[in-house]
């Protein structure tokens, strides 16, 4: 076994790895970047080096600076984490050729399955079926168009060198098909620097079910399937194992294409292999094709975890120190049901923008596994996916694991910045999920009720006046009971209402608060408040923004009177960048007339692609902004003409 690894990653996935290493006796390395000198994987680790800048292509993406830092402080070997260098084969020669061990699979076998096209071809050669398609080298747009039609709509459009969801069109009918093919290979060519398209029968009812593989470079074994159906955007939110309604027969039938798939490449270390499944007729030995490879740890591996037993980072540090698998697939069993949540700093209602924020609070039920890189006072940076944690359960049947995790969200607390619990909470009581009626469409099928925002109840709205007034601690000898009655009065605003909360204050334990005529009573005994009759909820205070804890977590901003002006209305003159990130493209040009909703430019920020939009009809004015430029939130990209300018 190695003394020591170096961790090229950050976050949840870098602190997950740690932790195993120090379980098993092995001294880690963090790298870090300057937004993350004061983050929780540098403290978890044993040592820490500094390694650049916040934007990833200045620290976690510098392969040469990371082989440097091992090599100086003497680690033997370097785990990739998932995302930033683990699928880079370019690093994993460079790692090797610096006397190093890379714990992860083979350049050779990385570079088999980094292209989709390739993959597919590969896998089909090996017997594993693949979704029927074309995937060969000619890109000729009739030609392309002429195979769609062979293979019968609707189809996917695939970027080759795509992941994440990008570059994807689906196609209903032929007439669509040209236009498709032309986006798809735009965002292909922004995304990836690589316009190559795969075409697919597009699969109805689709469920996304992986196989967990392990290899030593040589043999495989299987850790059963995960099903990632509940997605959206073709991005995981909730994911599950083992999969809903599988059969013995289809789990063995898959377990074997997927060893099949790692043996093929000689694969050795921790990949998932992706199937697409027709869940239109249940699940059939017959209905399951191979999507592609992930050669990594995946995000969703705990849930694979907690069904085997098996913590999958060991295996991952013994078979790369060089020991044989650690078991063979007849010890191997699946016992009950987990779930992981991806729990994101995001805000819904806008459309699942990213958010930042510090987080004034964070706490997790005992019962869950919260696999976190974050801590209470900690920030999410705006440089990195806004990750808070996985909340992830185990439960004897898939019944119990679904309630488990519907308690857990509801108990997850965290202060400081939006988040999608409440959207989390909502598919965990959705009632096809609990009958494991899943496939891909589930949440565009039901958006408009899953993102519904819960809205605070008058008692609600008085804890938060009470945080707001600073009533919470008040003390009983404040004197309050000597100046008698008292009224103060707050303005707030929850989920674009505003409302001001007046307050009676009739002694150090006792008020009243009167909202829109409504009245409740807050009294305080032993210690404890109860409004309205029920006890009040923990509450966290971060600036003008106040969470209440109930109901996923209830957001009020305290509004300052002065501001309201100048906040109010915005500039519709001008499109800014809603937060700091990378302009990936701009469309706007001098003197273009423009209407309301056109895509003006591309923001990257967190992982993620945001469309810029004019806010109304127009003629642009000025492009302040190109493709490549790093930006700070607010600035200004595009600016219009004045209304009426000419
Ligand atoms: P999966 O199929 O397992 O969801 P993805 O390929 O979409 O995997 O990404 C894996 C994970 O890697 C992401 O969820 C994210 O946490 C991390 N990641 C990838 N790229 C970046 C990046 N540029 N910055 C921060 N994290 C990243
Ligand atoms: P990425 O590299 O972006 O993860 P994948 O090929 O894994 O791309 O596809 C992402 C998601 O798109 C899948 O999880 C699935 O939901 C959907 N998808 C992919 N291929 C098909 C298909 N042929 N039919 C239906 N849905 C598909
Ligand atoms: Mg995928």
Not at 23 to 52: C, F, Q, W
Not at 70 to 86: C, D, M, R, V
Not at 147 to 165: H, T
Not at 419 to 435: M, P, R, S
Request: charge should be negative; charged fraction near 25%; proline fraction near 4%.
């Amino acid at each position: 076994m190695f003394d020591k690894i170096l961790i090229a990653n950050r976050g949840e996935i870098a602190c997950r790895v740690m932790e195993t290493a120090r379980a098993m006796g092995v001294r880690t390395v963090a790298v870090y970047s300057d937004a993350d000198a004061a983050s929780k994987h540098v403290a978890l680790a044993d040592e820490a080096v500094h390694i650049g800048g916040p934007a990833p292509a200045d620290s976690y993406l510098r392969g040469d600076e990371i082989i440097r830092v091992a090599q100086e402080t003497g680690a033997q070997a370097i785990h990739p984490g998932y995302g930033f260098l683990s699928e880079n084969p370019k690093f994993v020669d460079a790692v090797e050729a610096a006397g190093l061990t890379f714990i992860g699979p083979s350049a050779d076998a990385i570079r088999k399955m980094g292209l989709k096209d390739a993959a597919k071809a590969l896998m089909e050669e090996a017997g594993v079926p693949v979704v029927p398609g074309y995937h060969g080298s000619n890109q000729d747009a009739d030609f392309l168009q002429e195979e769609a039609g062979k293979i019968g709509y609707p189809v996917l459009i695939k970027a080759v060198a795509g992941g994440g969801g990008k570059g994807m069109r689906l196609v209903e009918s032929p007439a669509e098909f040209a236009d498709a093919l032309k986006s798809a290979q735009g965002e292909a060519t922004t995304a990836f620097g690589n316009p190559d398209v795969l075409i697919e029968k597009y699969i109805q009812q689709p469920r996304h079910i992986e196989v967990q593989v392990f290899g030593d470079g040589t043999r495989a074994v299987h850790l059963f399937e995960r099903d990632c159906s509940l997605q959206r955007r073709h991005q995981k939110v909730i994911e599950e194992a083992p999969a809903p309604g599988m059969t013995a027969e289809m789990r063995e039938a898959m377990g074997r294409a997927g060893v099949r798939a790692a043996e093929a490449i000689g694969y050795k270390g921790a990949g998932t292999v992706e199937f697409i499944v027709d869940g239109s007729d249940g699940l059939r030995s017959d209905g399951f094709w191979f999507m592609e490879m992930n050669t990594r740890l995946q995000v969703e591996h705990p849930v694979t975890e907690l069904i085997t037993g098996v913590d999958l980072v060991e295996w991952q540090l013994r078979v790369a120190s060089g020991e044989r698998l650690p078991a063979r697939q007849e010890d191997l069993t699946i016992t009950g049901h987990a779930f992981e949540a991806r729990l994101y700093a995001e805000d819904v209602p806008k459309g699942f923008l990213p958010a930042t924020g510090t987080l004034t609070h964070l706490s997790f039920p005992a019962e869950c596994r919260a696999d976190s890189g974050v801590r209470a006072g900690d920030a999410i940076s705006p440089w990195y996916d806004p990750m808070i944690a996985k909340v992830i359960v185990h439960g004897s049947t898939r019944r119990v694991a679904l309630s488990r995790l519907a308690r857990a969200l509801e108990e997850t607390q965290v202060g400081g910045t939006v988040t999608n619990l409440a959207f989390l909470g909502a598919l965990a009581a959705h009632e096809g999920f609990a009958q494991g009626d899943v496939d891909t469409g589930l949440i565009a099928r039901d958006l408009e009720e899953l993102v519904a925002a819960p809205k605070a109840e008058l008692r609600h709205k008085a804890a938060a006046g009470m945080v707001a007034l600073g009533l919470v601690d008040a003390a009983p000898e404040t004197g309050f009971t000597l100046w008698g009655p008292l009224h103060r009065a707050v303005t707030l605003s929850h989920s674009e209402e505003e409302f001001t909360a007046d307050v009676q204050v009739d002694g150090p334990d006792r008020q009243l608060w009167t909202v829109n005529g409504e009245t409740v009573l807050a009294e305080r005994s032993q210690g404890h408040w109860r409004i309205e009759g029920r006890r009040m909820p923990v509450t966290s205070e971060a600036g003008a923004l106040i969470t209440v804890f109930d109901a996923y977590g209830l957001e009020f901003t305290v509004v300052d009177p002065l501001d309201r002006d100048a906040a109010a209305g915005g500039d519709r003159n001008v499109i800014e960048a809603p937060m700091p990130g990378l302009v990936k493209a701009v469309f706007a040009k001098v003197g273009q007339p423009v209407a309301e909703g056109d895509r003006l430019a591309i923001l990257e920020a967190m992982k993620m692609e945001h469309s810029l939009l004019a806010a109304r009809d127009g003629v642009v004015a000025e492009v302040l902004a190109g493709a490549g430029d790093q930006v700070e939130a607010g600035a200004a990209l595009v600016r219009l003409e004045e209304e009426g300018d000419g």
